[in-house]
């Protein structure tokens, strides 16, 4: 980890500050998520979900939401700089993840020569639809920005302010065009592992996932639920039901 003092947005203080995309269809998707980090992290978190009805309240997100956003979280993800007051470090992540090892791992990897970082995918969906029947898209840098560690103060970032993400092209954002490409930090694929596409090599543990990314919709959608990783996804939110005393 290669950071000024205290500057990654963790202290013995201060949590370091998790924002996780949320969607009502996928409220499961994000209480498990959420508890897939808090129980394996050994260090003290702050996950706030990205509520679009939330921030279109408080008057920080306005665009009208388009054909192609497959969740409510499609652009208003890149408000989390603003919303970390444009300090330290914060991660986004879509609610459509399972963690699996301590997020302190991937804290430890932050590096503050870099405006974000991330796990930089070479994918192209192979799938027309996806998650219940939304549009699957392809474009440069997908599923870069479903995951990210933002050095919210970077003089970069510092544009990306309210009227930025309710007006700029999905281009623009999702391919992270206000850096350059040397502002961007590379993350091991195994913190963003797209399940259906990234490959587990047996003799190798570097390729073992540290947190699946259920991209194509995971086993809380009626099409999804026999897809690679399901058991460990069902198995987590069985915990996370006990824990929760919800029974059904």
Request: aromatic share 12%; charged share 25%; with cysteine.
């Amino acid at each position: 980890m290669t950071m000024s003092n205290g500057s990654n947005g963790y202290t013995e203080n201060k949590p370091f500050r998790i924002f996780v995309g949320y969607d009502p269809r996928e409220d499961l998707a994000y209480q498990v998520c959420r508890h897939s980090i808090t129980k394996r992290s050994s260090i003290p978190v702050e996950i706030t979900p990205i509520v679009q009805s939330d921030l279109r309240n408080k008057g920080l997100y306005w665009r009208e939401r388009g054909k192609l956003e497959s969740t409510e979280f499609s652009f208003s993800r890149f408000l989390t700089p603003h919303l970390s007051n444009h300090q330290g470090w914060a991660m986004f992540v879509d609610c459509d993840f399972l963690y699996l090892a301590d997020i302190n791992e991937l804290v430890d990897l932050i590096d503050d020569k870099y405006a974000v970082m991330c796990v930089q995918h070479d994918y192209t969906p192979k799938e027309t639809t996806k998650m219940d029947g939304a549009v699957q898209t392809v474009y440069p840098r997908k599923n870069w920005s479903s995951m990210v560690l933002y050095n919210c103060g970077h003089p970069k970032n510092k544009g990306l302010d309210p009227q930025t993400v309710n007006t700029q092209t999905g281009a623009f954002l999702h391919r992270f065009q206000w850096l350059e490409d040397e502002e961007i930090g590379s993350v091991p694929f195994v913190w963003n592992f797209l399940e259906g596409h990234n490959c587990v090599v047996e003799s190798d543990p570097s390729t073992q996932p540290k947190a699946v990314h259920y991209t194509r919709g995971g086993p809380w959608f009626d099409a999804w639920k026999n897809c690679e990783f399901a058991d460990l996804w069902l198995s987590e939110m069985d915990e996370y039901k006990k824990e929760a005393g919800i029974v059904n």
